[in-house]
């Protein structure tokens, strides 16, 4: 649970995003419904003094395990490369995240390190993956 400063600060983060990058967080709703499924985006990041852009995606639990995160991965990937011009995306995953993980690797990403992160409060290892422009998109 997040107080009502913690949502406005996350809120006032997306927008300065959006201004400085031209992308950040987008709702993803279904096509046939306009059901809420979550929300996912492009972000930028930094990474043991590196920065990165990485695919990042929240997806409601109910939509969970029906291949909504893929396709929204896939959509995020040409998003990057088509519209922004970037030329390499990452995402990352904590080791115990095996959902997540499976998602990367269909995609076609391909593990580059891993790192520790804190995550409430605790050293947390993540793995990153990456994908570059011209590769090709599973």
């Known amino acids: 649970t997040y107080t009502d400063i913690e949502v406005a600060q ?69 998003l990057a490369f088509n519209k922004f011009q970037l030329t390499q995306i990452i995402a990352q995953s904590n080791v115990e995240n095996f959902a997540s993980q499976k998602v990367i690797k269909n995609i076609g990403m391909t593990y580059d390190f891993s790192y520790l992160r804190l995550q409430n409060n605790r050293a947390c290892e993540y793995q990153i993956y990456s994908i570059k422009a011209n590769s090709k998109i599973e």
């Open 10 to 78: 996350w809120f006032q983060r997306i927008q300065a995003e959006y201004i400085s990058n031209g992308y950040s967080y987008y709702i993803v709703e279904k096509i046939d419904s306009n059901q809420l499924i979550g929300i996912a985006g492009l972000l930028k990041t930094t990474i043991n003094k590196q920065e990165y852009t990485e695919i990042a995606y929240i997806v409601k639990e109910e939509f969970q395990k029906h291949g909504y995160a893929t396709l929204i991965s896939k959509q995020l990937i040409e």
